[in-house]
C-alpha cells in the first residue's frame, strides 16, 4: 500500500507529541505525510477537548473536508485524540463521512484498525484506555521527529478531577512510563539531532515509577551528552516536591522556569474548583 496521509492538529503539545508517533506508526503500512490535505488518501485530525465549542470546531473542519474532496474520491478519515474519546460512537452516528475514531490511549491499534477498515468498509472505534499497551507498542517504533527541539511524554492521564477538566474521562488515569523507555526514547531522540528535551505530561510533576520521580528522570537525561536543554510541562501545584525545587540547583541543563498554573487567588474558588491546594501552599 502506497498513499499520503495528512494529519492536522488541535491542543496541546501532547496532541503534537502523539501526531509525531502516530506518522512513525502508520508508516509501516505505508502511509506517506503530505502537507497538502487535498492530495491525501486518509485526512486524519487529532482534537482537543479542552477548549469550549472542541467537539463542534471537529464536524466544522469535517464540512470543510467535504467541500475540498467534493470532486475527488473521498479520503479515509480518522479522528483520533480527545474529542474521539469523549464522543466516540456518537461521532460515527452524527457524521457519516467519519471512518474512524481513535482515542488517545488506543494509538497502537491504529495500523489493525485502518487495515481491517480498508478489508472490510466498517466504521470502526476504539477507545479503551490502555497506555501500557499503548506505550509499550511505540518503545519499539522509532520516534523520528528529528527537531532540535523534541516532545517526549512521560506521563499520561489525571487523579486530581478538577471540576472544570476533561482530562480524566478523555486520557484515564495517571500512569508513568518506566525509566529506560523513556531514556532510550531520549537517547534515540539526541542521535538524531535533537539538543533540547521538552518532557511532556497532563500532571508531569507527578512522574513516578519504582522509586524514580521526575527530579531522577531530569538527572538520567543530563547524562546524554548531546541534550543542551531539557524542559517540561504542564505541572500540578500539588506535586510540586522538594526534590523536584532541588533539581533547580545543581542541574545544568534544567531551565531556569517553571509552567506551575494556579488557577485563582481565592482559596474559596480553589476549593470549589477541587484544585486540592490552597493559596497559602502555592506560595511555599
Same mark, same amino acid.
Given at each position: ?18 501526531? +509525531? ?89 491504529? +495500523? ?29 517504533? +522509532? ?16 487523579? %486530581? ?90 542541574? %545544568? ?13 481565592? +482559596? ?17
Amino acid at each position: 500500500m502506497n498513499q499520503k496521509i495528512f494529519i492536522k492538529t488541535f491542543g496541546c503539545q501532547m496532541n503534537e507529541y502523539d501526531s +509525531n508517533r502516530i506518522y512513525d506508526s502508520v508508516k509501516k503500512i505505508g502511509f506517506q505525510k503530505t502537507e497538502k490535505y487535498e492530495e491525501a488518501n486518509c485526512y486524519l485530525l487529532n482534537t482537543c477537548h479542552i477548549r469550549d465549542k472542541a467537539k463542534e470546531k471537529v464536524y466544522h473542519e469535517i464540512g470543510r473536508v467535504k467541500k475540498i474532496f467534493r470532486s475527488k474520491q473521498k479520503p479515509l478519515v480518522i479522528i483520533a485524540g480527545c474529542v474521539a474519546q469523549a464522543e466516540n460512537q456518537e461521532m460515527l452516528k452524527r457524521e457519516p463521512y467519519i471512518d474512524l475514531v481513535i482515542g488517545p490511549q488506543s494509538y497502537h491499534k491504529i +495500523n489493525d484498525t485502518i487495515l481491517n477498515h480498508i478489508e472490510k468498509k466498517k466504521k470502526i472505534e476504539e477507545t479503551e484506555f490502555d497506555a501500557i499497551s499503548k506505550f509499550d507498542y511505540l518503545n519499539k517504533i +522509532n520516534n523520528d521527529s528529528g527537531k532540535i527541539s523534541s516532545f517526549l511524554t512521560i506521563q499520561e492521564g489525571c487523579d %486530581k478531577f478538577c471540576h472544570f477538566c476533561v482530562v480524566p474521562y478523555t486520557r484515564g488515569p495517571e500512569y508513568s512510563r518506566p525509566l529506560e523507555q523513556i531514556l532510550d526514547e531520549a537517547k534515540y531522540l539526541a542521535d538524531n539531532g535533537a539538543q533540547e528535551i521538552v518532557l511532556l505530561g497532563q500532571n508531569v510533576n507527578a512522574y513516578s515509577y519504582e522509586q524514580n520521580k521526575l527530579s531522577n528522570l531530569i538527572f538520567e537525561i543530563e547524562k546524554i551528552p548531546q541534550i543542551k536543554r531539557i524542559r517540561y510541562t504542564t505541572s500540578h501545584p500539588k506535586d510540586m516536591s522538594d526534590d523536584l525545587i532541588e533539581v533547580y540547583k545543581s542541574s %545544568k541543563k534544567l531551565m531556569p522556569l517553571v509552567h506551575l498554573p494556579v488557577q485563582s487567588g481565592s +482559596n474559596k474558588i480553589l476549593e470549589r474548583m477541587n484544585r486540592k491546594h490552597t493559596i497559602s501552599e502555592y506560595h511555599k
